[in-house]
């Protein structure tokens, strides 16, 4: 039997699409494919809070809870950190110029054998090592 693809969005994807912003059509299908079981969704805890921060920073606390609360109804498996996720994102920090919020998407993404959902050219150079589905 032919295993679901497995994604991960970062924070980028996410807000792209809540925002119907360029690429949303790409998430949006995505998302459509999760909540038909054709396919399963990952997110950070890490870039979780990335989103909230971001939104609670542009738009208000009101707006930031709206979101989570609406990512909540998403079909988004939102995923706790561990040390060995923790290893796998300070590797990838360590060696690339990303943020560390992203360092975790894109850990989760190896760790995991999922392709990345993003438009951050700050995952360009990780092309080798994970795969990544650009919006």
């Known amino acids: 039997m032919k295993r679901s693809p497995k994604y991960v969005l970062d924070s980028y994807s996410l807000i792209s699409y809540m925002e119907g912003e360029k690429g949303a059509e790409k998430v949006a299908g ?22 909230y921060y971001i939104i609670l920073r542009e738009q208000g606390k009101e707006t930031a809870s709206l979101y989570l609360k609406t990512i909540d109804r998403y079909p988004i498996k939102i995923i706790e950190v561990n040390k060995s996720l ?25 760790v995991q054998k999922a392709k990345l959902v993003t438009g951050d050219k700050e995952f360009k150079s990780l092309e080798k090592n994970i795969k990544i589905v650009w919006i």
Request: aromatic share 10%; hydrophobic share 55%; charged share 20%.
């Open 30 to 51: 995505i998302i459509k494919q999760g909540l038909i079981n054709k396919a399963e969704i990952l997110m950070s805890v890490v870039n979780w809070g990335k989103i």
């Open 86 to 110: 923790t290893l796998e994102a300070a590797n990838f920090k360590a060696f690339h110029k990303m943020s560390y919020a992203d360092a975790f998407a894109a850990a989760l993404a190896k």
